[in-house]
T-cell receptor, first 112, second 114 residues
Framework: ETGVTQTPRHLVMGMTNKKSLKCEQH?????MYWYKQSAKKPLELMFV???????ENNSVPSRFSPECPNSSHLFLHLHTLQPEDSALYLC???????????FGSGTRLTVV | GEDVEQSLFLSVREGDSSVINCTYT??????LYWYKQEPGAGLQLLTY?????DMKQDQRLTVLLNKKDKHLSLRIADTQTGDSAIYFC??????????????FGSGTQLTVLP
């Protein structure tokens, strides 16, 4: 365990489903991130939260909706996803934005 | 936007040294990082170097930074089969002008042959 826990590890969902990914850190970090990792593509930064405020939203479709209720928890709410959204979704945290991130193990999402 | 580039594949024999190279474009980079990703896992921070340094050694790992050429390398001495993984280079800068972020390369798949 790295100190950043993601659940579930695997998720299969239909295009009409609604699901949520959860990320939890108890490292005392004040910034949290969602990344998307697709095969043969660079890591794509989706959202950045600093001190529970969203500071970056990199043109992510509205079918992805982040939520950061406190500095230890980060959610990614999913609805009406497309098959091309299938990927590994990684959560990370850091003390201060842009410093060495600690990553979770990721959620492997498959949209059918 | 800012760019970080790496070659996609590297194969070495067990016991040899591996050198993974990375180039970046952001001249405002402060820290540069190397991460390792094993199958089915997230990214694990291996080492980092501050932009005013040109070398850092940490056991079998040596990081070299040529700031003028914006070139970063990771040398793994005495490479073992357990070093087989994807290695990501990342730089911390301000690619969009707001929050400092890490920009990652596409990763280099290191395969260690017995």
């Amino acid at each position: 365990e790295t100190g950043v826990t993601q659940t579930p590890r695997h998720l299969v969902m239909g295009m009409t489903n609604k699901k949520s990914l959860k990320c939890e850190q108890h490292l005392g970090h004040n910034a949290m991130y969602w990344y998307k990792q697709s095969a043969k593509k660079p890591l794509e930064l989706m959202f950045v939260y600093s001190l529970e405020e969203r500071v970056e939203n990199n043109s992510v479709p509205s079918r992805f909706s982040p939520e950061c209720p406190n500095s230890s928890h980060l959610f990614l709410h999913l609805h009406t996803l497309q098959p091309e959204d299938s990927a590994l979704y990684l959560c990370a945290s850091s003390q201060g934005t842009g410093y060495g991130y600690t990553f979770g193990s990721g959620t492997r999402l498959t949209v059918v | 936007g800012e760019d970080v580039e790496q070659s996609l594949f590297l194969s070495v024999r067990e016991g040899d040294s591996s050198v993974i190279n990375c180039t970046y474009t952001d001249s405002s980079s402060t820290y540069l990082y190397w991460y390792k990703q094993e199958p089915g896992a997230g990214l694990q921070l291996l080492t980092y170097i501050f932009s005013n340094m040109d070398m850092k050694q940490d056991q079998r790992l040596t990081v070299l930074l040529n700031k003028k050429d914006k070139h970063l390398s990771l040398r793994i001495a005495d490479t073992q089969t357990g070093d087989s993984a994807i290695y990501f280079c990342a730089e911390a800068g301000f690619p969009s002008g707001s929050a400092r972020q890490l920009t990652f390369g596409s990763g280099t798949q290191l395969t260690v042959l017995p």
